[in-house]
């Protein structure tokens, strides 16, 4: 089983349509989340980091549920500029860690 | 004003070759990090280091080598290439307080195709 599974899409939706992506995570021990962004054959970004009260940043909402251990990312009035591919991105435990990343979602917004 | 910069963006090369990429950062962080993505765009991280010091070191073949001569450059080494070392390598940078954790800066990433 992958350590961070997402639905690789792709997710074409009209422009200013709703979309939602999901992410569950196998390692309980997992203390930080994130989304990052990352555009063709470009260097991943981030887009936000998760809490578990979830968290808003403009039109982009995230959500975390540690007893599932799963993520969300909702993405609302989507933008052309929202094509990309949203990278699903957890810690790995306690201690000096890396970032464990999903495949990605890649979301197409379409005129 | 570049943060984490590395260099070459791109590197064609052939089997057997030996290479180097270079890693700089001037964001003042202590820990650098490479990744590599493969062909299905997945991200996997290589090794780490926190102030010249290696902290993670992944089951990556012992062909390859990092270094790092001070906090704000690490380097990897790569002996002996194989086509299955064809990705994209990135690095990155952060600041690692304890207990919390910040975001990862990346560099724009070299491309490496083995022939």
């Known amino acids: 089983r992958k350590e961070v599974e997402q639905d690789p899409g792709p997710f074409n939706v009209p422009e200013g349509a709703t979309v939602a992506f999901n992410c569950t995570y196998s390692n309980s021990a997992s203390q930080s989340f994130f989304w990052y962004r990352q555009d063709c054959r470009k260097e991943p970004k981030l887009l936000m980091s998760v809490y578990s009260s979830g968290n808003e940043d403009g039109r982009f909402t995230a959500q975390l549920n540690r007893a599932s251990q799963y993520i969300s990312l909702l993405i609302r009035d989507s933008k052309l500029s929202d094509s990309a591919t949203y990278l699903c991105?957890?810690?790995?435990?306690?201690?000096?860690?890396?970032?464990?990343f999903g495949s990605g979602t890649r979301l197409q917004v379409q005129p | 004003d570049t943060a984490v910069s590395q260099t070459p963006k791109y590197l064609v090369t052939q089997m057997g070759n030996d290479k180097s990429i270079k890693c700089e950062q001037n964001?003042?962080?202590?820990?650098m990090y490479w990744y590599k993505q493969d062909s299905k765009k997945f991200l996997k991280i290589m090794f780490s280091y926190n102030n010249k010091e290696l902290i993670i070191n992944e089951t990556v073949p012992n062909r390859f080598s990092p270094k790092s001569p001070d906090k704000a450059h690490l380097n990897l080494h790569i002996n002996s290439l194989e086509l299955g070392d064809s990705a994209v390598y990135f690095c990155a940078s952060s600041q690692e307080p304890q207990p919390d954790y910040n975001e990862q800066f990346f560099g724009p990433g070299t491309r490496l195709t083995v022939l």
């Open positions: 991105v957890v810690t790995r435990g306690t201690g000096r860690r890396a970032l464990t």
């Open positions: 964001l003042g962080h202590d820990t």
